[in-house]
């Protein structure tokens, strides 16, 4: 029996323009506020799957969540790449359980029912009778796919919701985040490296969400990092941004970055490389000169910036990898981690960008664990519920609404957040209307 939570969640945020924004407990640590966000948010956006160089060949499949529905994305023989959901037509068993691989078929692990890359049922056994059915056998239609999968520059999403906006337009100016990031390669292309690292956090899955574009918290919850930074330099992979710079120099650089909002609910923060004669001077000079002559002075700084970036609900890039976080319970959430090559770019340039996901934001870099020991502090503070509101409001007034109804602020002043939320609210005012 379904649940209709008797929730007013038009409440849960609560907006005062230009003064005031503040959201309620309950919608980090409310189970029936969880079950209204699986189907009303999760279903009705547009979901990150994959990357399309994690599906080489015929066979090649990854399986993903749309909430906490079970999906699986797979090339077919004629490459076509097409999204089913992972459980089989017969009595419900998924049928892939491993992040990623390659299968010449589909065969579900309890009656053995086979479906071939395009999701077809294909029943005969090798005693050539119908999976151990008699001859009268009606055979089921193939797997169900999942409405709607689309790409931008490679980067795959589904939508359970047949209706929805198509990607491009549900993405709206994050594209031109996306593009500077892809940019970056000389052929204009990336290349995911490895298969997921995986971890989890005790939490809400909007912690993440909000946190990957909270530039306010950097100089903050990473400290210790930033006085090691200000010690020993940093990489190539930083562009410069902190070299050889005091943590006061590296505070005001933070400070000269942005925030943006989108009213999807997508946010972005950035800090602009700090010399972009380091850049054109340095190793890789002639890389980024090119880029400089391909794309414009503009553009190249966007290219160069230290940029973070989230599509709502649940996927982010940052630095030179993809991030995914799946909602497992209210207060748990799983974060896959998937670092990615500049394609084109020298070896070395490649190698230093990784080597700061190690150092900063994999699973057991520095960055990753103090987020995460943040994230369960937070998570423990919600527990003293008799506290109503959490503040998203400091520095407000200091937003400036662009023509297309987006938010551009300062690194501190939390648009990108409040993006999110004015998001959440609409979607979930929507679900309360249809329950
Ligand atoms: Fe898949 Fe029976 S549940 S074959
Ligand atoms: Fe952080």
């Not at 050539?128 to 169900?144: R, T």
């Not at 210790?224 to 010690?231: D, S, T």
């Not at 649940?314 to 959430?333: F, K």
Request: hydrophobic share 35%.
């Amino acid at each position: 029996m379904s649940r209709t939570p008797e929730i007013d969640v038009g409440d849960y945020v609560r907006e005062i323009p230009g003064q005031q924004f503040l959201v309620r407990t309950e919608a980090y640590t409310d189970e029936d506020v969880f079950e209204l966000e699986m189907k009303h948010i999760f279903e009705r956006t547009w979901i990150y799957v994959g990357h399309e160089t994690e599906f080489p060949s015929a066979g090649s499949f990854k399986t993903a969540y749309v909430g906490r529905q079970p999906i699986v994305v797979i090339r077919d023989k004629e490459g076509k790449i097409g999204a089913f959901f992972n459980r089989c037509v017969h009595r419900g068993a998924t049928l892939l359980r491993e992040h990623q691989g390659t299968v010449q078929e589909m065969r579900c692990p309890y009656h053995g029912w086979i479906f071939d890359l395009a999701g077809r049922t294909r029943l005969v056994s090798e005693r050539g009778d119908p999976g151990g059915y008699g001859a009268n056998f009606i055979e089921p239609e193939g797997l169900l796919r999942v409405p709607r999968l689309e790409s931008y520059r490679g980067l795959l999403f589904v939508s359970l919701d047949a209706d929805i906006q198509p990607l491009a337009s549900y993405l709206g100016e994050l594209k031109t985040v996306i593009d500077a990031k892809l940019d970056l390669s000389p052929v204009g292309r990336i290349a995911i490296a490895s298969k997921p690292y995986v971890c989890r956090y005790r939490g809400n899955w909007k912690l993440q969400t909000e946190n990957i574009v909270d530039a306010y918290h950097f100089m903050h919850t990473h400290g210790a990092f930033v006085k090691l930074q200000a010690k020993y330099g940093d990489s190539t992979g930083d562009f410069g941004v902190h070299k050889g710079r005091s943590s006061r120099e590296m505070r005001e650089q933070r400070f000269r970055g942005e925030t943006w909002s989108c009213r999807q609910g997508h946010g972005f923060a950035r800090v602009p490389a700090a010399d972009p004669g380091y850049l054109l001077d340095g190793e890789f000079g002639r890389m980024y000169r090119e880029l400089l002559d391909r794309h414009g002075e503009a553009a190249f700084a966007g290219i160069t910036s230290k940029a973070t970036s989230t599509v709502f609900p649940s996927m982010g890039m940052i630095h030179q990898q993809i991030r995914v976080w799946r909602p497992i319970s209210v207060d748990e959430t799983e974060v896959l981690i998937y670092p990615y090559e500049i394609e084109g770019a020298p070896d070395a340039f490649n190698a230093g960008m990784l080597r700061s996901q190690e150092r900063f934001y994999g699973p057991s870099g520095f960055g990753m664990t103090d987020d995460t020991e943040i994230f369960a502090r937070v998570t423990q503070g919600l527990r003293a519920s008799s506290v109503e509101w959490l503040v998203f409001d400091r520095g407000m007034d200091s937003d400036e609404r662009t023509e297309s109804g987006d938010y551009r602020g300062l690194p501190s002043s939390e648009a990108p957040q409040r993006a999110l939320w004015r998001a959440w609210k609409k979607m979930m005012q929507q679900a309360s209307k249809h329950a």
